[in-house]
């Protein structure tokens, strides 16, 4: 009894630091950096048709922001002419709409995904540049009018950069010229001119192709060219870019005027065949099993260095926030994230912050507490 008395006061402080930590603690990702930026996820077509309802949940739970992964690209809108598939990009609008997301539109002009047919008349011989301009706007005009004050914010020219900071010599480029940038921009912005407008890239803490984007952003500016936002796509790796890299790139950016959104981000945890940062679609590598190293697993010491990582990447998106609108996860949880598939087909691979169950990992935490660091 005399024992008990005496535990009582201390289990109470007990019980109350461990409230206190608790209330402490945000509920959610998109709670921690409420006020500095959204936090967002990719859907996939199972997210957005409602098949993958535990998906559901975490987004509704962590995020208040959504990108489409596919649904709004030009081969699954508009795969054949005159042929228009609007459904699931329908689907991912109202999602949006309903919950009240920060909805980004990915993307309306890339070399990628994008029909052989829309660069080539019907003799099969290449366009014109102003037959192909006239697609382009038309493509342009159809999909942001359609969505026109839903769709907050476009990917408007997505890759156009080689990693060496030159134009990209796309069949865009080639067939128009390098101005089919400031060319979609223009046609983005009367089509929506209250949408926030950007160019997508991956690998810009490279210094040569870091130096090309802002030539490009300078350059679209003096002519007058609305450009609002730099997406820094950020397919990383548990050692690059460094936390110093990641912040010279985004000041470096932000200081020609634009928002940095962190626009696809996930960290490859396995053996890399390649160099650089690089999201080139076009690399494939044959399968085998020591490139798969972790089927059953991550081993703890790479867990940790996945966290840690994570955690230096917060920690300075969360010090540049006045410079950030967002920074969005290119997938929900590590079963369905395309670098299970890319640039090897058939890996198990752990890029993200929800684990094959929906259940977070230790990064997940990290990345909870960085503003909570920082007070
Ligand atoms: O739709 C077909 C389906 O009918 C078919 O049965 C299946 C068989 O493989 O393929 C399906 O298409 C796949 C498509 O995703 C939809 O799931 C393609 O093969 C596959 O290549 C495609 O991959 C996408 C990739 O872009 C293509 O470029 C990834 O899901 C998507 O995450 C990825 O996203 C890009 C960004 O748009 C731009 N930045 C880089 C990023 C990662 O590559």
Not at 75 to 90: F, K, M, R, S, T
Not at 145 to 157: A, F, L, N, P, T
Not at 192 to 219: M, S
């Amino acid at each position: 009894m005399r024992a008990s008395c005496f535990t009582r006061p201390v289990l109470f402080a007990t019980v109350l630091i461990a409230a206190t930590a608790w209330a402490q603690q945000p509920a959610s990702l998109k709670q921690a950096y409420q006020g500095d930026f959204y936090v967002g996820a990719a859907m996939n077509a199972a997210e957005i048709t409602g098949q993958d309802q535990r998906s559901d949940a975490i987004i509704l739970e962590q995020f208040n922001s959504i990108s489409p992964e596919n649904a709004l690209k030009w081969a699954i809108v508009n795969p054949e002419p005159g042929q228009y598939n609007w459904g699931l990009a329908d689907q991912y609008v109202a999602f949006g709409v309903e919950h009240h997301m920060w909805i980004v539109g990915h993307n309306l002009v890339w070399h990628n995904q994008v029909p052989a047919w829309v660069f080539r008349g019907k003799d099969g011989k290449l366009l014109t540049r102003d037959a192909l301009l006239a697609r382009m706007k038309e493509h342009i005009f159809l999909e942001v009018g359609r969505y026109k004050g839903k769709i907050q914010s476009w990917d408007v020219v997505n890759e156009a950069l080689n990693d060496d900071g030159t134009l990209r010599h796309s069949l865009w480029y080639r067939i128009i010229g390098p101005d089919y940038i400031a060319k979609a921009f223009q046609y983005a912005h009367e089509a929506d001119p209250k949408a926030q407008l950007t160019y997508n890239d991956y690998n810009l803490t490279n210094p040569e192709k870091l130096a090309g984007v802002i030539r490009l952003v300078k350059q679209l500016k003096a002519e007058g060219v609305t450009i609002d936002c730099v997406g820094m796509q950020n397919h990383d790796h548990l050692d690059s870019p460094t936390a110093a890299e990641e912040d010279a790139a985004i000041r470096a950016i932000a200081v020609t005027g634009v928002k940095v959104a962190i626009s696809e981000l996930d960290i490859n945890v396995l053996p890399w065949p390649g160099t650089g940062n690089t999201a080139e679609v076009s690399m494939h590598m044959a399968s085998s099993p020591k490139w798969n190293p972790w089927p059953n697993g991550l081993p703890r010491d790479v867990q940790q260095k996945l966290t840690d990582q994570y955690a230096a990447l917060f920690r300075v998106f969360y010090k540049d926030r006045a410079d950030i609108s967002r920074v969005t996860f290119w997938g929900v949880t590590n079963a369905q994230s395309w670098l299970n598939n890319w640039p090897i087909p058939g890996r198990t691979n752990y890029p993200l912050l929800l684990d094959r169950e929906g259940k977070p990992v230790p990064a997940f935490a990290a990345i909870l507490n960085v503003p909570g660091e920082a007070r």
